[in-house]
């Protein structure tokens, strides 16, 4: 029985040079150095992104390729309106 999701494996690589060019834009974080072994995969990896990653708000580093997590607020749109109004997807 299928629960509508597709199961897809994504491999993730790290360029740690790349990233610490990055990294000396903002003083208060660490490079990262040879000796840092530890990774996270799913749900763990989405956490720990979301939690403990420097967060660059004014998008000085942001180019194409990079890995970016997005949070939603819930919508403020009384649901008895949205079901009045069709939304396109």
């Known amino acids: ?3 509508g999701f597709r199961h897809t494996t994504i491999q993730y690589s790290l360029n740690a040079s790349a990233l610490n060019e990055d990294i000396k834009t903002f003083p208060q974080v660490h490079a990262i150095t040879s ?3 530890l ?4 749900v763990s990896r989405l956490v720990m992104i979301d939690r403990y990653s420097f967060k660059d708000t004014e998008k000085k580093t942001l180019k194409a390729g990079d890995f970016v997590v997005l949070t939603v607020k819930r919508s403020e749109i009384p649901s008895s309106w949205a079901r009045l109004h069709r939304f396109d997807r």
């Open 39 to 42: 990774t996270h995969k799913g």
């Open 1 to 3: 029985m299928s629960n």
């Open 35 to 37: 000796d840092m072994k």
